[in-house]
């Protein structure tokens, strides 16, 4: 409410809507917080640092990166796990899926 009154030529303060809010009892709508969805609390080794931040490559097929991440589709949140050739930058694989690819091959 308070960005959209601080749009109108008046005088407002955050706490002054908060007030007048309380008082008409009308409340905020809660945002809630986003899903936590590292887990740092596990036994699995973590992989060695190779690349040390040097992504330039001169061979195709030498070094791929991959990465996890998620994404919004109308059945909900899927992971997405993609894989690059970092000499191309192209595409190597992709899957997407409803569990963490990660955790679903650590389970096996």
């Not at 009308?26 to 945002?31: D, G, L, S, W």
């Not at 994404?71 to 894989?83: D, I, P, R, S």
């Amino acid at each position: 409410m308070w960005d959209d009154l601080i749009k109108w030529p008046y005088c407002v303060g955050e706490n002054r809507i908060a007030r007048l809010m309380r008082a008409e009892g009308i409340r905020a709508k809660i945002v809630k917080k986003w899903p936590a969805t590292t887990q740092s609390n596990h036994r699995i080794p973590v992989a060695a640092n190779r690349l040390n931040r040097q992504f330039t490559v001169d061979h195709p097929n030498r070094v791929w990166a991959g990465d996890i991440g998620y994404v919004w589709t109308a059945e909900g949140w899927l992971y997405l796990a993609v894989v690059c050739d970092l000499y191309s930058r192209a595409v190597i694989g992709w899957v997407l899926g409803p569990s963490s690819p990660v955790t679903s091959r650590s389970r096996r």
